[in-house]
């Protein structure tokens, strides 16, 4: 199955034109040809078969077959604020992994003990496309632009999601299964490596989030982000 992300589709269009990059990849790398029959995705719960009408290298052109809209849509939404790792190719794993799982929303969260102030988004949303298309998804996650702390806790005050923060100081804190429900929205806060400060937990807390244990072990800013997602995601099975 060859598939191709086509965020500008018309949802209604009886033809669809690859991009140039898109073109030249599946005839000149993929081969494909006339005839030859392909998946589209729009990021947005639609997929698409369509077949090649016009092969050409800079233009190919499709025939719309059948869409199907919603695709594998989630009964669950789950935002996780995850503090940006010094090497950036452990966030970009837990991107490639938390999309293959099922995650809707990433916002790269600056907290007081983050080794990492700056991310490029462009770059983590190629990540994110580059894992849709391997694990067939149709809903492209949101990454926000990075935020610092304090602002993200004020972005997130009428929010109707459901709040946890997981931090390792000793508290009496619950495990994701026991502390939500499924089917509800969730909003996760993760840490930097050196934990969030005592403050930072503090004016969570205050903010309505509920402290959350992720195991026994101390893990790995990206690896606790994606224990996380994985919880939410046996949650909601």
């Known amino acids: 199955m060859h598939l191709f992300y086509t965020p500008d589709i018309d949802t209604q269009a009886s ?3 690859l991009s140039e990059e898109e073109s030249k990849h599946a005839v000149r790398v993929l081969r494909l040809t ?8 729009d990021g947005s719960g639609g997929m698409y078969e369509a077949e090649i009408i016009d092969a050409h290298p800079k233009r190919c052109t499709l025939q719309i077959l059948s869409r199907t809209f919603e695709f594998q849509k989630p009964n669950y939404h789950l935002h ?8 950036i190719d452990r966030i970009e794993w837990f991107l490639e992994k938390a999309t293959e799982i099922g995650i809707q929303e990433i916002t790269p969260l600056i907290s007081e003990h983050s080794e990492r102030k700056e991310v490029k988004i462009d770059r983590l949303n190629k990540v994110v496309v580059s894992a849709m298309k ?4 149709a809903y492209m996650p949101r990454i926000n632009e ?5 602002k993200f ?4 005050k009428d929010s109707e999601s459901l709040k946890a ?12 299964n026991q502390a939500f429900p499924k089917n509800q929205s969730y909003l996760i806060l993760i840490g930097p490596e050196g934990d969030f400060s005592q403050k930072e937990i503090q004016q969570a807390l205050a903010a309505g989030f509920h402290p959350i244990s992720l195991g026994e072990a101390r893990l790995r800013t990206e690896t606790a982000a ?8 046996l949650l909601n099975r």
């Open 15 to 17: 033809h669809y034109q």
């Open 34 to 41: 006339v005839s030859d029959t392909v998946q589209l995705i």
């Open 80 to 87: 996780i604020a995850v503090a940006p790792t010094k090497n």
């Open 134 to 137: 391997q694990s067939l998804k």
């Open 146 to 150: 990075a935020i610092s702390f304090d």
């Open 153 to 156: 806790l004020a972005q997130q």
């Open 165 to 176: 923060i997981a931090h390792c100081v000793d508290d009496d804190k619950k495990y994701l």
């Open 226 to 233: 994606l224990y996380a997602c994985l919880e939410i995601a």
